[in-house]
């Protein structure tokens, strides 16, 4: 059931010592003290993970130690326990130190689309007008682009390639290239061309060249004649998300939309307010998930206690199957017919609202799969390692969302689209279109 992404750990431990980027004008850390944080680590993880445990994790941090002889870095240490532990999307360690401060422009200087396992350039923030937005990369300071792929997936957190990969758009890359990598003052890339492979030296940049303007968290449109576009980026915020969701739907009401197109290609969030959206697109009884298995533990007792015996205990864990409910009435009910744009970026909240509607209401879903399995951990218990003073995240539940039936699959779309090369590069939103096609198609029969 587990999925292992630390096949490169051997290598990153063998080099823990060996600096890829000035970390020993960095303050390092005594290998007794990294080992009373592995300790700690490995506590936390089995009184609270509820999977992790059963893995070989704890041997490969055991043999972590024993090799460990000589004072590392942060972000050594970081990048030696990170493709460890990070199985899922909601159990990770997190950086946010210096890596070297001697390098001001350190971030490699493009965005990037990823296409069948290869890199190609989206947006140039360099000054060298050969780097032409749909370059092929082929290597990063003599790595071929294969590798540097294979070596960021190992540090990302989560279950499916394809969610990761969705993940190194924008920034993504960039960021997860310094935390693999590190950072430089000069990138020498190597591009393909017509005439051949060709070697570029690029200059780094500022992290700011990356920022963008703030989608908000929910937007919603009058796109045609009976035809609204409500896009979701998380379910957060309740209160302000309740009133838009609110409001949202007064207007779909106004406007008469008989075809409502739900945009959920974003972060996670709240279940609850996914719970939320639902209640406004049917009628008949939900739940949000079939089963979740809690790990018992102190950061857990009180949600189990909040159950009040609807669950039952099964040694270490909690199991809990809630029951169908009726969903709250609203004077805006939407009753038209629902159609929700998905993929890989979905995940968390995102992936659970996906598999309700799915499963609950009259939602034709067009898209990718989504980025969760439909049976995976979620919940988020946040700590600290006492020396190194890294945080890190673990999952404490294990869902099985509607209509889950493996630990492999999100939610599988009723009309598969699949964006090419051309369209990523170019921004061409082929999700979208191919549903206003299914929409325009069913009011012409």
Known sequence: KMKNYINHSILLIASLCVSLNGSADMELIEPELIKEDIRFLKDRINRI?????????????????????????????????????????????????IINPNIRNSFIPFEVVINEGRIYVKKNHSNNPDLKKGTEILKIRDIPSSEILDRILKMKPGERSEYKLSRLTGKGFPNFYKLTFGEFEKYVITISTEAGPKELVLDGVKN???????????????????????????????TEFKANIDQTFEQV???????????????????????YLISYLTTNPYKQYSKKITKISDETASWIESKNGAGFSNGAYFIYEPQFKDPAQHENQFNGQIYIITGP????TMTLFVAMAKEYTNAIIVGE???QPLISNGDISRHQLPNSNLNFYLSHSTYYM??????????????PVYPTLKDLINDVDVRLDKTLALIQAKQLQ
Request: proline share 6%; with cysteine.
């Open 49 to 97: 993970h509820p999977t992790l445990s059963s893995s070989n994790y704890s041997d490969q941090l055991q043999s972590y130690c024993e090799d460990l002889t000589n004072p590392i870095s942060k972000i050594d240490f970081y990048r030696a326990i990170q493709p460890i532990i990070s199985i899922d999307g909601h159990t990770t360690v997190i950086f946010s130190g």
């Open 208 to 238: 700011k060249v990356f920022n963008r303007t703030k989608e908000p968290m929910l937007s919603y449109k009058k796109l045609d004649t009976f035809i609204g576009l409500l896009r979701i980026r998380a379910f957060r915020n309740p």
């Open 253 to 275: 009401s106004q406007d008469e939309i008989k075809n409502l197109i739900i945009d959920v290609r974003g972060g996670g969030g709240m279940s609850d307010m996914a719970d």
């Open 345 to 348: 970026e979905a995940y968390s």
């Open 369 to 371: 799969e989504t980025g």
């Open 402 to 415: 509607p209509g889950a039936n493996n630990d492999t699959h999100g939610v599988i779309p009723d009309i």
